[in-house]
């Protein structure tokens, strides 16, 4: 089991209220979302600063640490940091690419990280 504090579902969940209802609801869907120079794959930098974009929506006094100065936490959670945060996202990103060609297809997007 990966007790990592924000896995994939959890880096999902907190982009979630980012969007509102305009949330993406196909592997398609996401990756034109994600996908910043039109070129139909995900490349480890546009993954990142997409998936990054909940975690600077909740931090509120833009410090860069998502706390309890952000609003009410989990009890026991720890604070954490942004570039801890973009880091578990590379570390995901990598998952998440199983021929291992650097960039992200609607397909890769569509699977759990192995």
Same mark, same amino acid.
Request: aromatic share 8%; proline share 8%; no cysteine.
């Given at each position: 089991?990966?007790?990592?504090?924000?896995? @994939?579902?959890?880096?999902?969940?907190?982009?979630?209220?980012?969007?509102?209802?305009?949330?993406?609801r196909?592997?398609?869907?996401? @990756?034109?979302?994600?996908?910043?120079?039109?070129?139909?794959?995900?490349?480890e930098?546009?993954?990142?600063?997409?998936?990054?974009?909940?975690?600077?929506?909740?931090d509120?006094?833009?410090?860069?640490?998502?706390?309890?100065?952000?609003g009410?936490?989990r009890p026991?959670?720890?604070?954490?940091?942004?570039?801890?945060?973009?880091?578990?996202?590379?570390?995901?990103?990598?998952?998440?690419?199983?021929?291992?060609?650097?960039?992200?297809?609607?397909?890769e997007?569509?699977?759990?990280?192995?």
């Amino acid at each position: 089991m990966n007790r990592r504090p924000y896995g @994939l579902l959890a880096t999902l969940l907190l982009i979630a209220p980012a969007f509102g209802q305009d949330f993406p609801r196909t592997p398609v869907e996401y @990756l034109r979302r994600m996908d910043g120079n039109g070129d139909d794959r995900i490349d480890e930098a546009e993954y990142v600063r997409y998936m990054s974009q909940g975690f600077l929506r909740m931090d509120v006094n833009g410090d860069g640490v998502l706390d309890a100065n952000d609003g009410p936490m989990r009890p026991g959670a720890r604070p954490v940091r942004l570039d801890e945060f973009q880091r578990n996202l590379i570390h995901q990103f990598h998952k998440l690419d199983r021929n291992g060609d650097g960039v992200l297809n609607a397909k890769e997007l569509s699977q759990p990280p192995r």
